[in-house]
């Protein structure tokens, strides 16, 4: 009799003890969306290469929405008149004048300092890696008139190299017209590393995305790219035909 009681017990205690494990996986996975950006407030910078222009040029604002708690624009012109970062209405916005080439980048290091780069100013933060994780971008419009592409990349930098030479980077190139979409971008993608290694994604010191005009259908370089953005995360990419996450969440 006192086997039998030994027995219920140890399954009641095994059964609970999975359960709970169930569920901390579920809180685990349910958690693991990290905002990186929503784009509230409103700033902006250009980039020109008219008289009177500066180029690159460079601006920070305060986005408590923003992982770090500080955005910051960059843009450079390679050709042609003017390129503009900017957000504006919960939007962020890449846009180069006509007949112009060039790139703009997006900083999250908890720095106002735009000119440069905090490899480690996010102090180590997580973005919850794993095998179904990766960056979501809502892409609010895109056009690739005459077959025009653009390279969205991203780089992450650990945060125990001060002088970021530990670093992972992935390239999502846009090559049809977007509206109102979610794209991914795996962290399994983030194939580059840096000098020093890949980085760490649980120990995350800096975050940059950086929008470069492509190439055309020709296979020349794409001038007059606008490509608008209304959010981006880290976390689940496992995503319905609507853009809502497939992966399992805590009941």
Not at 43 to 59: I, M, R, Y
Not at 159 to 182: C, E, H, I, M, V
Request: aromatic share 8%; hydrophobic share 40%; net charge negative.
């Amino acid at each position: 009799m006192e086997s039998i009681k030994h027995l219920i017990f140890g399954i009641i205690r095994f059964s609970f003890l999975m359960a709970v494990a169930v569920a901390v996986t579920a809180s685990k996975q349910a958690a693991a969306e990290v905002l990186i950006d929503d784009f509230t407030g409103d700033k902006g910078t250009t980039a020109s290469l008219l008289f009177g222009g500066t180029n690159p040029n460079f601006e920070s604002l305060i986005a408590p929405s923003a992982i770090g708690g500080v955005r910051a624009y960059k843009a450079f012109v390679d050709e042609g008149s003017d390129v503009t970062a900017r957000t504006l209405q919960g939007r962020y916005t890449h846009s180069t004048d006509d007949l112009s080439l060039g790139s703009t980048m997006i900083t999250w290091d908890g720095d106002t300092n735009a000119s440069n780069i905090d490899f480690d100013g996010l102090g180590g933060i997580s973005l919850e890696p794993g095998p179904d994780r990766g960056f979501r971008i809502t892409i609010v419009s895109f056009d690739n008139a005459f077959g025009r592409t653009a390279d969205v990349i991203f780089t992450v930098y650990d945060a125990s190299s001060a002088t970021g030479q530990k670093f992972s980077r992935g390239k999502l190139t846009l090559d049809q017209p977007y509206l109102n979409k979610k794209v991914v971008l795996p962290f399994s993608a983030l194939t580059t590393a840096g000098p020093g290694g890949s980085a760490d994604l649980n120990n995350v010191g800096a975050i940059t995305m950086e929008v470069v005009n492509g190439l055309d259908v020709n296979g020349l370089p794409a001038y007059s790219i606008d490509l608008s953005l209304d959010m981006i995360e880290a976390g689940c990419i496992n995503l319905d035909p609507q853009g809502v996450s497939l992966c399992p969440t805590a009941t």
